[in-house]
């Protein structure tokens, strides 16, 4: 009786390692004929993780397109290190091209030249960089027809959006606080061959952050009763502040031009 016992249970350990010898051929031969399959049917090892705790959302930094985080009405220039205040009628530059407008006016309209969209409002903050020049004065008048140009004469393709600039008048300059820093600006009125021409303005200061390389910032007004108040020339530029300083802007007596 035990011997077959014995016998019998050799002969079930034998069957089972047989059965488990099939059975592994098969999948090998599997793993042989179809080579892609192997990621699919094999298991892959994984490490377990610990997720991580959970701590809220992270706060964005502000970017120029974007509000401050503390007033909604202030666009960042972050690398030159300034806040704009944008005034009613104003928003965030939007599917504008060129990365140094600040801010627009609301809407866009047909161009009276060449054809295109035009804006009645662009301001735009720049540093200077590829000029020896450091006199805000010096900057500013030399900058002053290059900015005209690039508002009311022609575009980057040549074309010209309101027949191009036919004659201009000097409206206003002097010396002006910007940010605590002593600048300078200089205005054109400007006529355009089509449309109603329009103010262009180059302001220059000093930078409150790194090397103190000069700012230089373009204003672009529509004329006419389109265009936004000329006055928000003035309200912009006396609303530029260093990031992280609201109570520096333009000092007292700081008028830079007439705002009819």
């Not at 540093?127 to 575009?155: F, G």
Request: charged share 20%; glycine share 14%.
């Amino acid at each position: 009786g035990g011997s077959r016992r014995a016998k019998g249970a050799a002969l079930a350990a034998a069957a089972a390692v047989l059965v488990a010898a099939i059975a592994t051929g098969v999948v090998l031969l599997g793993e042989d004929d179809d080579p892609g399959s192997r990621a699919q049917t094999l298991p892959t090892a994984t490490t377990p993780t610990t997720p991580a705790p959970e701590t809220g959302s992270p706060t964005p930094s502000p970017t120029p397109s974007e509000p401050s985080a503390d007033d909604p009405a202030v666009v960042e220039d972050q690398l030159n290190g300034i806040t704009f205040p944008l005034p009613d009628g104003w928003v965030r530059p939007e599917h504008i091209s060129d990365g140094d407008v600040m801010m627009s006016t609301d809407g866009t309209y047909d161009c009276p030249g060449d054809g295109g969209v035009c804006r009645h409002g662009l301001v735009i903050s720049r540093t200077v960089t590829a000029n020896a020049e450091s006199s805000p004065k010096a900057l500013a008048e030399q900058d002053i027809e290059d900015a005209a140009d690039a508002a009311y004469d022609h575009d980057v393709l040549g074309s010209k959006p309101y027949g191009g600039v036919k004659s201009h008048e000097v409206v206003g300059s002097g010396p002006v606080a910007v940010a605590g820093r002593a600048g300078y600006y200089v205005r054109w009125r400007v006529t355009t061959g089509k449309g109603p021409g329009g103010y262009v303005q180059s302001l220059v200061f000093p930078s409150t952050v790194g090397t103190e390389s000069p700012v230089l910032v373009r204003y672009v007004f529509d004329a006419g009763e389109d265009g936004p108040p000329l006055a928000d020339m003035d309200r912009i530029t006396k609303g530029i502040r260093p990031v992280g300083d609201a109570g520096t802007g333009g000092g007292v007596g700081s008028s830079i031009g007439p705002s009819a």
